[in-house]
């Protein structure tokens, strides 16, 4: 998918290029609103799964797991004003910036604190099988397979990087924002995860636990 929303914006096709990354504003093209429909499909999927949840600390895990995602969903939104400014057709020079992370640095320690993530959940916990006795590594250990799909992450985003630096289309309306192709990467990689989480795996109880220990 991610090569064929490249192919998209790399084709120097004016349609497509609109499509994927709109002049007028990129946050209303196809590649912003993937991102969106993977954090909403996040959303349904932890909504759905606390329904079913029996205890309280099950409840608050997959409770944080969705009040996370729709902080960054209305992040990416900037809390409404994109849809809000296009739908009255405000001038766009006018709308204020209200979200987080794109104030000073915070872009910055946002993709830090993302980037740490990836590493800990998808490249190293995946090999503490010398603690996979404890119920909690066990139901948090994802399989090594995501080792590889994070690694497709990087050479993808790095193919994106590169394609902009040597054939740039004209013009370019993603300037400085390929990274917004690693994004949705990124949300689709833990949108799995989760997914997995939530409807693939028991959750640990006190009786699995002292099985475990035992």
Known sequence: M????????????????EILAPQV??????????????????????????RRARETVER??????????????????????????????????????LNIHNQGENSDRFKFVGNLLLVV?????????????????RFLQPSRWYLLTALAMVLLS???????????????YLDNSMSEY????????????FGALAFKREWPTRDAGAAAAG
């Open 60 to 97: 608050g895990f997959f409770g944080l797991i969705a009040a996370a995602s729709v902080f960054i969903l209305m992040e990416e939104l900037d809390w409404g004003t994109h849809f809000w400014w296009a739908l009255h057709g405000l001038d766009w020079q006018t709308r204020p910036v």
């Open 2 to 17: 991610i090569l064929v929303l490249l192919g998209m914006y790399f084709s120097n096709v004016p349609p497509l290029m």
């Open 182 to 193: 690693r994004e949705l990467f990124t949300y689709y990689v833990w949108a799995l995860y």
């Open 25 to 50: 504003n990129r946050e209303l093209g196809l590649l912003e609103n993937l991102q969106n429909a993977v954090l909403v499909a996040i959303i349904v999927m932890m909504v759905v799964r606390l």
């Open 158 to 172: 790095e193919l994106a990087h590169t394609l902009e630096e040597t054939v740039p289309p004209e013009p370019n």
């Open 121 to 137: 959940f998808f490249v190293i916990l995946p090999w503490f099988r010398f603690a996979a006795h404890r119920v909690w590594v």
